[in-house]
């Protein structure tokens, strides 16, 4: 079952509980989708900042940003739980004999290269989430300006808690470098953005 079919109060005593997933990575995915949300809420309200049609032109196209992003955000929060588990039973995995302990070792390499590229699709779309905030605060009603800069805060929160993730999985993996190099570049286009 889907973790956002859960009610909030149980998807939190979920993540409470002491099992291993959902852990860090499905919270930030959960932290963008949220964001994505609330930036949706606003770019939908009829009043924009000053009335200008060109205000509500960048506010659809903000909507559209965060309406995809927000998507494919709460498929992560399923997803990295998914991945992590594809860890843990990789780990789990007999190593009796030479052939056991080779396709022990390539089913943990495999995993974990999985459990790497989900943040950084979570942290790619925080930063969209951040992009379309950004807009929603710029050009949306000013009285759901906190709801639009909370959305900021919390994509950039999803962001580098995705990060983070990235960085514990690929540090000392070679073959994941890439991914690490990129996760790093969004973070700092995020730090950015969130000052800007």
């Not at 009829?46 to 909507?63: D, N, P």
């Not at 990789?90 to 089913?107: I, V």
Request: with cysteine.
């Amino acid at each position: 079952m889907s973790l956002l079919r859960l009610s909030a109060s149980d998807l939190l005593e979920r993540f409470a509980s002491t099992e291993p997933t959902p852990g860090g990575g499905s919270a930030a995915a959960l932290g963008g989708a949220l964001a994505a949300a609330l930036v949706a809420m606003v770019c939908r309200m009829e009043k924009t900042r000053t009335g200008s049609e060109e205000e509500r032109a960048r506010l659809i196209t903000a909507l559209g940003w965060a309406t995809e992003a927000g998507a494919r955000l709460r498929a992560l929060v399923d997803e990295d739980a998914a991945a992590y588990d594809a860890v843990v039973a990789a780990y789990r995995l007999p190593k009796a004999t030479d052939e056991d302990k080779a396709a022990r070792r390539a089913a943990i390499l495999e995993a974990v290269a999985g459990a790497t590229r989900v943040p950084l699709d979570t942290a790619e779309a925080c930063l969209v989430v951040m992009r379309a905030a950004r807009e929603a605060v710029a050009h949306g009603n000013a009285n759901a300006s906190s709801d639009a800069r909370t959305a900021n805060a919390l994509a950039y929160a999803g962001l580098a808690g995705a990060v983070l993730n990235v960085e514990t999985n690929a540090t000392g993996r070679t073959d994941l470098a890439p991914l690490l190099d990129r996760a790093q570049a969004l973070l700092t286009e995020g730090a950015s953005a969130r000052e800007a």
